[in-house]
């Protein structure tokens, strides 16, 4: 029981991280249209402003506020400068200028920080563990999840309650139209931009001090994040936030559970080589079948 309650709240943890990515490329896409593989640059980037930050001040909160900020000005700065010329383009000329800014992304990180991992520690008031149902879990892991939940409830707030949601959601049915209502179409897709790379930042910067901050380190979690938005529904926040639980539940806890379960059916050795390989596979054998089945996704966006 102490091992499936860490399990699942392991899965809940990465769902928390890969909703903060999805959703922020979730938004980007289902309102402009934009397919933008530079994402998980601004992830990185996040870590790294935030672990510098973090180094020097000594403050973690001070280093959220700096990653957040530093993301969202740099999503801006690029949204207006290159991206905006991409968005009557094909998504083919939109994902080959995206995938060079995040080469170019990774080599000028490379060269202002170097080629060495960068280490940020847990702060010391997250530093211990909390009781859940019993079991003792560690503090900082569990903050992600509230992090998580709380961006959760701010973006149905935001979405669902504000003239800005209203726009978004309009924005998202039918861009022309709002256009010729007299909204700055522009300016609503640099605020997207900028709360989808304000997320990107936020995410590096939780996941930091459980890994060690690199160059490149937005390309595996922007994979995933992929995986998470075909899942749950291209344009459908809700379906990233149920399709980051469901990525989540199946990366982590069948990593443990298959392969205990393939231990008990082959011998030791064999059961070692081939747990990680199929458990690394699930992920996207589900993709592949709601493919097949849901073309939309598990959760697709309602227009109308």
């Known amino acids: 029981m102490s091992?499936?309650?860490a399990q699942i709240l392991n899965s809940i943890q990465l769902g928390a991280l890969l909703f903060l990515m999805s959703a922020g490329l979730t938004l980007v896409f289902g309102i402009m249209n934009f397919l933008n593989l530079a994402h998980g640059s601004?992830?990185?980037?996040?870590?790294y402003v935030g672990a510098t930050v973090a180094a020097r001040t000594g403050s973690f909160?001070?280093?959220?506020?700096?990653?957040?900020?530093?993301?969202?000005?740099?999503g801006v700065l690029v949204e207006r400068t290159l991206l905006r010329k991409l968005y009557t383009r094909d998504h083919l000329d939109q994902v080959l200028c995206t995938f060079g800014l995040l080469l170019i992304a990774?080599?000028?990180?490379?060269?202002?920080?170097?080629?060495?991992?960068?280490f940020i520690n847990v702060p010391a008031w997250l530093s211990g563990t909390v009781q859940f149902l019993g079991q003792s879990y560690p503090a900082y892991r569990f903050a992600i999840i509230l992090a998580g939940i709380a961006v959760v409830i701010g973006l149905y707030l935001l979405i669902s309650c504000t003239r800005l949601g209203m726009l978004i959601r309009a924005g998202a049915n039918n861009a022309d139209m709002v256009s010729a209502l007299g909204i700055n179409i522009k300016l609503l897709n640099t605020i997207v931009f900028a709360l989808g790379a304000g997320l990107a930042g936020l995410g590096g910067l939780l996941i930091a001090p459980l890994v060690s901050v690199q160059p490149?380190?937005?390309e595996p979690i922007l994979i995933l994040t992929l995986v998470v938005i075909v899942i749950g529904g291209i344009g459908s926040i809700r379906g990233a936030f149920y399709g980051a639980l469901i990525v989540g539940l199946i990366d982590t806890a069948a990593r443990i559970y298959l392969q205990i379960g393939l231990?008990?059916?082959f011998e030791r050795s064999v059961g070692q080589a081939i747990g990680p390989a199929?458990?690394?596979?699930?992920?996207?054998?589900l993709m592949a079948i709601v493919l097949a089945f849901k073309p939309l996704g598990l959760f697709p966006v309602k227009h109308g």
């Open 3 to 5: 091992l499936f309650i």
């Open 61 to 74: 909160t001070t280093a959220v506020i700096a990653a957040i900020a530093m993301t969202m000005l740099l």
């Open 278 to 285: 199929i458990s690394s596979m699930l992920i996207y054998i």
């Open 106 to 118: 990774n080599e000028v990180v490379r060269y202002i920080w170097g080629p060495s991992p960068v």
């Open 216 to 218: 490149g380190m937005g």
């Open 263 to 265: 231990l008990q059916v």
């Open 42 to 47: 601004l992830f990185m980037v996040g870590a």
